[in-house]
């Protein structure tokens, strides 16, 4: 066995819909590994909702790394999106966790995206025009962010599309807010205000008290309070070098590659970029030599609508954490899927290891795993990056597709070989339970 390189990189990523223990994985890793520097929160937004479980204290992490109840700082670095006002209550929250000052932990990419109260009210009120064809969308106002920041770009007009978002405005001649922004009052409000008039349309449309906002004047100054407590940092890559080169650095990914925008079973995706490719290579290219650890659970599990092959409502497969939502939808689960765990790890550029967790489910009655999907080459054909259409066919396949079932091995070492069979790649890491305790790594400092 090799030891891992003391302050090597290392990037956790979801291999499933999300709900892969990413956030309890890393709380982990930065309790077990003593060079941790710092967590970078590089994708996804305030809707990347990570549960940590130590002793009595729990916390879902939204923005925060989940590293902080360690004390380990955390770096939040575009083309993540910034909610403000959910990042204060989720400061307000660990600080009575015993967390002293958080937002002393924190420092935030001046060019991070905004999303505000009113980016919420947009995606509320887009879902609740869906009726019946919900995305799935968590009403976190993710999508619509980056949507406006791309139709702004574009200087996009009324009858455009941006993805799969009809325009309903033309667009404004003001920027889209950043955390930057947000140090100029009378610039947030000129922000706000064309986001404001662009948004009129759509929220009239709907007329439901979600799809409502506070006076722009208001938002503006919540935003504009709670940034001014936060290290905003126009250079903040040098920070990121700074932790890269007195420690480890573990790069927290959000949602799984199954919902990333270029990857996913489309139009039940997120607008963010989950696999890491690009950050692999950004790092590579820096002179690092990033270790990729990929997350699944010992069975499926799925929040909303999109397609789910070996979903099985007989399940009886509860989590504390995580429930229907009001947006989201159902919390669905299903038996282990091989060929939607291959394409993942594909999808991703491949991991180095893999983390297997909720194994304390082996052994439940009924469990199986499906080997392949009837009618449907495996692997998988991989997207180009590039083109919704192969998306959607990718979606139709994985609708219609006839899992060929065997029963889930019966010992968690049976699971694992299985696993690491399947993939090609060792599995590093378990979990049999919510708690930090009850994790281990396979392999010293990870690497076999």
Not at 220 to 235: F, M, N
Not at 293 to 309: D, E, V, W
Not at 382 to 405: I, K, M, V
């Amino acid at each position: 066995m090799t030891a891992r390189v003391p302050g090597r990189p290392i990037v956790v990523v979801g291999l499933g819909y999300g709900d892969e223990s990413k956030g309890a994985t890393v709380d982990y890793l930065a309790s077990t590994i003593g060079d941790t520097a710092a967590v970078v929160r590089w994708s996804g937004g305030g809707q990347a909702a990570h549960n940590v479980c130590h002793g009595p204290r729990h916390h879902t992490f939204r923005q925060f790394g989940s590293g902080t109840l360690r004390g380990v700082r955390t770096i939040a670095r575009a083309p993540m999106l910034v909610n403000p006002i959910s990042l204060a209550t989720e400061a307000a929250e660990l600080a009575v966790l015993g967390v002293g000052d958080p937002f002393g932990l924190l420092t935030v990419d001046a060019n991070a995206l905004v999303t505000t109260p009113i980016h919420v009210a947009m995606n509320r009120a887009r879902e609740i025009a869906r009726g019946a064809a919900r995305h799935g969308s968590c009403g976190e106002g993710v999508g619509e962010t980056r949507a406006y920041a791309l139709a702004v770009g574009s200087r996009a007009r009324r009858g455009d599309s941006v993805g799969n978002f009809p325009v309903h405005a033309d667009l404004p001649d003001a920027p889209a807010l950043t955390m930057g922004t947000l140090r100029d009052r009378p610039d947030t409000v000129a922000a706000l205000d064309a986001l404001a008039g662009y948004a009129r349309p759509l929220l009239e449309s709907v007329r439901h008290p979600d799809a409502a906002h506070e006076p722009v004047t208001a938002i503006a100054d919540a935003l504009c309070e709670i940034a001014a407590q936060v290290r905003v940092a126009d250079d903040i890559d040098a920070h990121l070098g700074d932790a890269l080169s007195s420690g480890t650095v573990i790069f927290e990914g959000s949602q799984g590659v199954l919902l990333d925008e270029w990857y996913g079973f489309h139009p039940y995706t997120t607008w963010s970029t989950i696999t890491p490719r690009n950050l692999v290579t950004a790092l590579r290219a820096a002179g690092h030599r990033p270790y990729v650890l990929g997350l699944t659970r010992s069975y499926a599990t799925r929040h909303g609508a999109g397609p789910m092959p070996t979903e099985d409502p007989a399940l009886a497969l509860p989590d504390v954490h995580n429930k229907e939502g009001r947006y989201q939808g159902t919390w669905r689960t299903g038996h282990l899927d091989l060929p939607a765990l291959r394409y993942a790890v594909a999808a991703a550029g491949g991991v180095d290891g893999i983390g297997v967790s909720h194994l304390d489910a082996v052994g439940t009655a009924g469990l199986s795993v499906a080997t392949g999907w009837s009618g449907t080459a495996d692997p998988l054909p991989q997207p180009s990056g590039t083109d919704t259409g192969e998306l959607e066919a990718l979606t139709a396949r994985a609708a219609a597709a006839r899992p060929d079932y065997r029963p889930l091995p019966g010992t968690v070492e049976e699971v694992l070989e299985m696993i690491t069979s399947a993939t090609g790649c060792p599995v590093v890491l378990i979990a049999a339970g919510p708690q930090r305790t009850d994790r281990r790594m396979l392999c010293p400092n990870l690497i076999c």
